[in-house]
């Protein structure tokens, strides 16, 4: 399998098949005289502005925390939660509650509410 | 009979999402300054942009993937960041005028000034997208649109020397006014070959599930549907030309624009123009905000799709929500309609390049196209049209200094 | 210690003589006894270089995209032990360029 | 990425302040908005076209008429012409 081709920023899948965010990062684990391990994936705007530079980061970071609706701007995912790596990545997670779809509910709650119809 | 009607929808939409504010302003000005000699842009501009269409519904068909989705799983994101940040830039001063095309078309009709009504009008558009879907829009928009028809029989009216209009048919340097005349090249082609088409056509083909059995109809539509839309930004510069040349009129504000249908229509002249300008900008102003919402989401990997209710899909519905009120803003502050057109034109033709060339590789990934992938003469047209359009992006600034807008 | 994927893809690799021999472009990975691991790392001239290349475009003019690289071309395929990730910024490989695979 | 950011808005800024009206483009300006106001008085007179449009296309004349500034006679004809058209279109409704 090949890491970057076939997984990195690709589309993630939950459980009931709703789009929940992108692969933005691929954390890998060291180990002495071991291969290294694939961890986990990870997802979050820290996460992508992270890859443009660390500026970007610091910037999306103290801006998640001013919104202050995600609880932390990178969400790590199990590797092991990861089912299958075909063009899309589908992972065992109810993404409802979970932090990918917080920016939703909190937009659902707190502007949509207010739309009559 | 589902490829019949699709066919139909892409002929109805060529004409009706072809004609908005950008088509109208460029042609209107084309035609007032050099008669018929610019329509060999708009031909080539159409070539590029029925080949780029037809490329964009085959990925949906055969990858079931978005256009924005598959740049972004293909080039990573740092690539991604400052394509969609400028093209999210360039759609939203788009919005703005085509809002400001709509508002005009009132004002033509009432009276009642741009700046007044231009948030309304953004309002009344986002209600339309959250409680419709995109066929409810797409069609009935563009059969409105098909009122552009009246342009055809204009020109028609106003029966052109056709010698004099063969010869604009082919590339022509210019006699006089050198700067203005390169600068309409480049505005006719930023016009017709506007990257919100692709991203909105290619989301439309993954909403409406086409599949492999698509590819003719896709073909079809992308041939018809924007022929005919070109057809009619052409008859749009016969008539300006028929009637504004000859007077030594330059076009510098819509109000001008107005008149080209009088001469054929007499006292329904105006009124026609108006309802015409202001259903055309009101189904690209639908198009361009829900295009850009689908690119956004797609390269983000939130839920996207018109169809559903909005409560499923909150951030794409607030990206179209918040270009619309901006949108209205901008027009809000009284900046005039055609200037803004036009600096959108320019903008848009220094973008396009970062739009086109990833088509390139994601048309050429047997990944997702199977062995649908792009043959030698896709490949070419497209080649040529990055080239062509870096060319453009290049001498868009330096032109623009001349004065050429 | 941890290291990111995306952050790795693209650096500059030098051999342990500090001679250059990359940017990674690809991560191999293979299930082993219920894990995921990283058995080799591909160094070559970076996968965007390669597709904007001419030689890239070349390809795909014909019609015929990165089915085949000429041999010069191939990425280096450095094996997990040889690879020092101590300083993810700058990959270093233990043995010399010229010994490693293609 | 910088460069990126700040090629964008050099480029705007372009666009945006471009213009410098010099003579020539002035006098075409002149005899283009009289050309107009001609064309739609006449269509006015021959009701072709409603009070209220032919009012717009006079105010618009008369603005940009009195941004290019031009004093040559050309000018003064236009502005003159365009002033005519409004207070006829005034008149008429």
Known sequence: MKLINDVLDKQLIDRDCRKCGRVDGIVIELREDEPPRVAAIECGFAVCARRVSERWERFAVVAGKRLGVRKSPRYRIAWEKVLDTGLDIDVDIDSEDAPPLAWEKWIREHIFAKVPF | ?405 | MEIRAELLLGRQVVDVNGKHVGHIEELIAEERGGETVIVEFHAGRGAMAERMSAHGVAMIFLGIFGARRRGSQKPYRINWRDLDLSDPQHPRTTKPVDELAR | MRGAVLLLITLALFLACSKQPDAGKQLRTAQSWHATIDLVSDALHRGKVTAKYAKQVAEVAQEELAKEGGDDHESHVAIEAARALRAETEKRR
């Open chain 2, 1 to 405: 009979m589902k490829n019949i009607g699709q066919v139909a929808l892409g002929v109805i939409t060529g004409i009706g999402g072809f004609l908005e504010i950008g088509t109208m302003a460029t042609s209107a000005e084309a035609g007032a300054a050099f008669r018929y000699s610019l329509i060999w842009s708009v031909v080539l501009g159409t070539i590029c942009l029925i080949f780029l269409i037809e490329m964009s519904g085959r990925h949906a068909a055969i990858s079931k993937h978005s256009l924005a989705g598959a740049v972004r799983e293909r080039f990573g994101f740092p690539f991604v960041v400052v394509p969609r940040a400028a093209e999210l830039i360039v759609n939203l001063l788009l919005l703005g005028a085509e809002i400001g095309g709509v508002c005009f078309a009132i004002k033509l009709l009432t009276g009642v000034p741009i700046q007044l009504i231009a948030i309304p009008i953004g309002i009344i558009i986002w209600i339309l997208i959250w409680l419709g879907t995109l066929d409810g829009i797409e069609y009935g928009t563009a059969a409105l649109g098909m009122l552009a028809i009246a342009f055809v029989v204009a020109a028609v009216k106003y029966h052109p020397p056709l010698h004099e209009l063969a010869r604009g048919f082919a590339p022509a340097m210019p006699h006089h006014d050198a700067a203005h005349y390169w600068f309409l090249v480049i505005s006719i082609i930023g016009a017709n070959v506007s990257p919100y088409m692709l991203y909105f056509y290619s989301s439309g083909g993954i909403e409406d599930e086409w599949d492999e059995k698509s590819l003719g109809t896709n073909r079809l539509t992308a041939i018809l549907g924007m022929g005919f839309g070109a057809a009619t930004a052409i008859t749009v510069i016969i008539c300006s030309a028929h009637v504004f040349e000859p007077l030594g009129i330059r076009i510098d504000h819509y109000e001008q624009v107005a008149f080209v249908l009088v001469p054929a229509f007499g006292k329904w002249g105006v009124p026609l123009f108006a309802i015409i300008l202001g259903v055309c900008c009101f189904g690209a102003a639908t198009e361009v905000s829900l295009a850009s919402a689908y690119s956004l989401a797609q390269s983000l990997g939130w839920n996207w799709a018109e169809d559903d209710k909005p409560q499923r899909e909150a951030r794409f519905a607030l990206t179209y929500t918040v270009m619309l009120f901006f949108g209205g803003v901008i027009m809000a502050t009284g900046i005039d309609p055609l200037k803004l057109t036009m600096l959108t034109m320019g903008l848009t033709a220094v973008v396009l390049p970062l739009a086109i060339i990833p088509f390139i590789i994601i048309m050429n990934d047997e990944k997702y196209m199977h062995e649908h992938t792009n043959g030698p003469i896709g490949n070419t047209v497209v080649v040529f049209t990055i080239v062509l359009t870096a060319i453009v992006a290049l001498v868009t600034i330096p032109l623009e200094i001349m004065g050429g807008s």
